[in-house]
């Protein structure tokens, strides 16, 4: 017997039942009353007449809270949005977290983690670029690119294409390699090749490599309680600290200099009012791991909604903050203000084509004032890896030296 | 109106008189958007030859009962198969033909007492430890290279897992433990150690390698020789086509095939002596879906590495087994998985070097294989010898060999972040399984049976995009028009309901 996957709705909607039923009603309305004479025989017998609603009693139906039910009946508590939640809390937090767009992008983030910002990379990682540009073997990058984003076998359901030009004219739905996996699959990739090419120098993989590592910290500002929870989709920890990016002098000269101001609008903007959190904080790493000092953080764009480049870089600027204050917090305890050495991390963020590097340094977790010395970020990009590529033409407007600087990204000794 | 249609019917009958005409001139027509099942058409006498000749050539001597004439056609249609010189034109030849009923098979067995079925369908002998050449190989150096950086790996990604689900305050289950702690330990282990060996000497087959994560892998093939299903689809056919689907954790390729471990003429893959389990795959609960066969080892045809060297895969789908079967039956189901999941990948493989279901292998494939959820350890090794089991050109000449390491623990538990109990064995032989290295063959050909491409740009990229198409199994949505309505099955179809000729 086959038995197809099918839509009923077509053969049963064929007839159109509205029709009958409003000739029906056109037909039953034009009835009458007619009088038998029952009432007045019925009088006659002394038989009292009552109106016929008095007598027929409407049916209430009951209408069950449902939360006010036992454990397996009612809705679990873990996925209330309410004061039902075990962890809502009266006191709100302002979230910033993955999906956190910030409207005014690098100024907007910069204003809130207190930090002061230089283009370009850093001096020693700057210094490894012709190291890194020798090493670098394009063909092995190429051939990566296209293994994540052509030669992979995956047809999944993707989502709809919006037609333009003729907005009523739809697209044939197609199956291929979604977003998320493209992008992850690239990083994922050349993170290993970056790998090969260390192995190449030093003999050895030393460092830890972990997927899907979370971050989160409380900070106060300005009265106000922010709540960083922030992922890396790979992470990279080695043995010893990252050595600082500016120096003593450096770091006290940045006294003078002033944050960028976002007035009118205040901070808060874009940031979620969130009830429901626990106040423990979250170091990502086991406190028995070796190698327990944050290197390189890598952060994807991987959903299909379109964010502008100083919205991306913002988020990258956040994770680094995020993971460098929870280090810090690690390191020197939870009420620690002005570090007495700054904590150092790199990170890498994309979006398929399109890669940026920062270099950030935590110097002081006092974000609440606008005096005192600040944090540091040097941000270099965006670049474009390719532009387009395709079975058909390869990989068009390879940049070579791309993959290089995030090659010197990961042979940045410690 | 009647008159219209036979016109029209007899016009389209002509026309198709026509096209075979000239195919058998060894001309290739092709119209392109029109879903136009194949090239082939079966061979008709050539007109052209001389009536007279001196030496006479008489044509085979073919069996003219019905069967036989089916046979043959379907024999001619192997051969046209082999003769396509490219692996996409035989793919979209073979599975563009019908939408086959198939029996869904998965790495893990779903009934009690799989083992031998699989055996029996895979045609595989199992034999218990490795083969003598990963027990010769040393790795002393190596691991004692490794071996503080691999016991840190195993502590910090079971130690990582844990804490990840602090942030969502859930109780993981056990599945997905096992799915993170062997999916981590995996990802880093083999990034460690390919990275390691790829700058040494020993292991320069993998600076070339290519690591891929969560891969579609899927094969097809046919089997004879099971007893007939009262509730079969189609109910003249013996053979039935197996469908195996999967998703591995990571696959690493190669660009040269491993070498064989036993030569194909070697007594112990010589001979079909692997007992016959003739149940109907209904009977153990497998489903039959009619879908387009697909074929994918995990990457489309034209990519660079494309010989299996390992396959590693993630313990989740026994954890449910587990609570239901003893230790025996568990190690059979492992045993059934680590098999499955070569012969699976291998005969995927094998369809892009031009080999096919009805077209034998001619040199031996060899995979590796590695089960894990971080703390139990499965080793396999696999040689396909043979893939085609179809009833018209199975010889019953050739069995494949599967070699099982059997279930090896790594450590006994991690208590404050030390690893207690480590067995060092586990870590050894997965360096054995990376230091083996492919050999390019120059003595025979890898891919027999294809040929220069001699299609244009046009041809190739329709081609291409409507395997592809196949290949994805989207749903019809014209389906409902095949749709029999319930009261035709009881007023019309039933064997008591009375003959009605006018009712549709």
């Known amino acids: 017997m086959f038995v197809p996957t099918m839509k009923l709705s077509i053969s049963l909607c064929k007839q159109h039942l509205g029709r009958m039923f409003k000739s029906k009603w056109r037909v039953q309305s034009q009835r009458q009353v007619i009088d038998v004479g029952i009432p007045s025989l019925v009088q006659e017998q002394n038989v009292p007449i009552l109106n016929a609603l008095d007598v027929v009693k409407e049916i209430k139906s009951e209408v069950i809270d449902i939360n006010s039910l036992p454990e397996p009946l009612c809705e679990p508590p873990r996925l209330r949005k309410n004061e039902n939640h075990p962890d809502w809390k009266e006191n709100c937090v302002l979230l910033i977290n993955r999906n956190t767009r910030l409207i005014e992008g690098e100024k907007h983030i910069l204003h809130l983690t207190k930090t002061i910002s230089y283009s370009g990379l850093p001096l020693n990682v700057k210094n490894l670029l012709p190291i890194a540009l020798e090493m670098t073997d394009n063909d092995l990058v190429q051939r990566s690119i296209m293994e994540a984003l052509v030669w992979d076998a995956t047809q999944v359901k993707l989502p709809k294409r919006i037609n333009k030009e003729n907005p009523g004219l739809d697209f044939p739905r197609e199956y291929g390699i979604p977003h998320t996996r493209k992008v992850t699959h690239l990083l994922y990739n050349l993170v290993y090749l970056c790998q090969l090419f260390y192995a190449k120098k030093n003999g050895l993989w030393t460092r830890t490599k972990i997927t899907d590592a979370f971050s989160k910290v409380f900070l106060e500002k300005e009265g106000k309680v922010l709540l960083f929870r922030m992922p890396s989709d790979v992470l990279t920890s080695t043995s010893r600290p990252l050595s600082p990016f500016a120096t003593k002098e450096q770091v006290e000269s940045t006294k003078d200099q002033a944050v960028p101001d976002i007035f009118p609008l205040h901070f808060s903007l874009d940031l979620q009012e969130h009830h429901i959190y626990t106040s423990e904080e979250i170091y990502p790493l086991a406190p028995s791991c070796l190698n327990c000092h944050f290197h390189t953080l890598h952060i994807t764009h991987n959903m299909v909604r379109y964010w502008h480049q100083p919205q991306k870089l913002a988020r990258a600027v956040a994770v680094c903050f995020t993971f460098a204050a929870a280090q810090a917090r690690q390191k020197f305890g939870p009420t620690v203000k002005e570090l007495t050495s700054p904590v150092c991390v790199q990170c890498a963020y994309l979006d398929g084509p399109v890669w940026g590097f920062l270099g950030y340094q935590l110097n002081t977790l006092n974000i609440n004032s606008p005096e005192g010395i600040k944090n540091q970020v040097w941000i270099d990009g965006p670049y474009n890896l390719y532009e387009s590529c395709d079975q058909a033409s390869g990989i068009q407007g390879y940049n070579s030296e791309t993959f290089s600087k995030f090659l010197s990204l990961h042979l940045n000794e410690t | ?504």
Not at chain 2, 126 to 135: A, S
Not at chain 2, 325 to 332: K, Y
């Open chain 2, 1 to 504: 109106m009647a008159a219209r249609r036979m016109c029209m019917k007899s016009l389209g009958r002509r026309i198709s008189h026509i096209s075979r005409d000239i195919v058998n001139q060894n001309f290739l027509i092709r119209t392109y958007g029109t879903p136009t099942a194949s090239a082939y058409k079966p061979d008709r006498p050539n007109q052209d030859l001389q009536e007279y000749v001196e030496i006479p050539s008489y044509p085979e001597i073919i069996d003219s009962s019905k069967e036989g004439r089916k046979k043959h056609a379907r024999k001619q249609w192997y051969k046209y198969v082999q003769e396509l010189p490219t692996v996409e034109q035989k793919l979209l030849e073979i599975i563009s033909r019908q939408k086959y009923p198939a029996v869904i098979l998965g790495p893990v067995s779903r009934s009690y007492d799989l083992l031998p079925f699989q055996q029996y369908c895979t045609r595989t002998n199992i034999i218990k430890g490795l083969p003598e050449i990963y027990q010769g190989t040393n790795v002393d150096d190596v691991y004692d290279k490794l071996k503080q950086q691999l016991i840190e790996v195993v502590k910090v990604q079971c130690c990582q897992f844990s804490r990840n689900y602090k942030i969502t305050q859930q109780k993981p289950t056990e599945e997905t433990v096992s799915r993170g702690q062997g999916g981590g330990v995996l990802d880093e282990m083999t990034s460690l150690i390919s990275t390691t060996l790829a700058v040494s000497d020993e292991g320069q087959h993998l600076a070339n390698a290519e690591i891929s994560h969560l891969p579609r892998c899927d094969a097809f093939w046919w089997h004879a020789g099971f007893e007939k299903s009262k509730i079969t689809l189609v109910k003249d056919i013996d053979d039935i086509c197996f469908q195996y689907v999967d998703q591995p954790w990571l696959q690493v390729r190669t660009k040269n095939p491993l070498p064989e471990i036993f030569n194909q003429d070697d007594p112990a893959c010589l001979g079909n002596d692997i007992p016959p389990v003739k149940y109907h795959p209904r009977v153990y609960g497998h489903c039959i879906e009619r879908r387009y066969v697909t074929s994918v080892p995990g990457f489309w045809p034209g990519s660079e590495c494309e010989y299996g060297y390992m396959s590693l895969h993630t313990r989740d789908g026994l954890v449910k087994r587990a609570k239901m079967v003893t230790d025996i039956d568990m190690e059979d189901c492992i045993n059934g998985f680590g098999m499955m999941a070569s012969f699976g990948w291998l005969v995927a493989l094998a369809t892009y070097q031009g080999f096919t279901p009805f077209n034998e292998l001619t040199y031996p494939l060899v995979t590796q294989t590695v089960i894990t959820n971080g703390q139990d350890w499965d080793f396999f090794v696999y040689q396909l010898n043979t893939m085609s089991f179809h009833s018209d050109i199975d010889h019953n000449t050739h069995k494949n060999i599967c070699w099982t390491s059997g279930t090896m623990r790594l450590f006994e538990d991690i208590v404050d972040g030390e690893v207690t109990g480590l067995n060092d064995d586990v870590f050894k032989v997965f360096l054995k399984f990376f230091v083996q290295a492919p050999k390019q063959q120059s003595e025979f050909s890898l891919k027999p049976y294809t040929g220069e491409d001699t299609r244009s740009e046009e041809e190739k990229i329709a081609d291409r995009e409507r395997l592809r198409r196949l290949l994805s199994n989207r749903p019809n949505p014209f389906e409902y028009k095949h749709e029999v309505p319930l009261w035709k099955w009881i007023y019309k179809r039933h064997k008591d309901a009375p003959s009605a000729p006018f009712l549709k």
